[in-house]
């Protein structure tokens, strides 16, 4: 549990006070989206499926931790220091080295106790976190565009 809030507090606090580059408007429509993605997936592959989860079988309160404290600050800071105005090679490390940083999270989470892997391995994982990271870099890009179009209309 403590490497579940040490993560938590420092993820959070450098997410809170680092320069930002994202509006609030950025930031919390992509903290929204990622939110809402990591909700559908848990309840199928975590709550339906048990390929993994957080402490024991089901739902509990502690995972709230996680949830909350570690996932909205990682959003940020990935998108705050995203390269858009870079070549796409720059972009392609950029996702795979916060993928690397992802897995080797996920290792020391298990490790810890506080995520487990039922069904579930870290090669999944290194598939799925290229996409979620891509994922996340073009609903920024879609809320951009949404704002830019809003202002337009004023």
Known sequence: MWFLILSALVFSLYSIF???KLTPIEIFST?????T?????DVYLDLKL???GYFTKGPQWSALIAI???YPAITTIFLNYYPFHKKVIYKL?????????AVLYEFAAVKSGYFYHNGWNYWYSA???????????????L???FVRQSNNMV
């Open 143 to 145: 809320v951009r565009k």
């Open 31 to 35: 903290i929204f989206f990622a939110a």
């Open 93 to 101: 490390g950029y996702i795979f080295g916060w993928s690397g940083f």
């Open 127 to 141: 598939f799925c976190y290229p996409a979620l990271f891509y994922l996340l870099a073009f609903i920024l890009k």
């Open 37 to 41: 993605l990591q909700d559908n997936v």
């Open 50 to 52: 048990n390929l993994y």
């Open 68 to 70: 909350i404290g570690i």
């Open 18 to 20: 680092m320069p930002k």
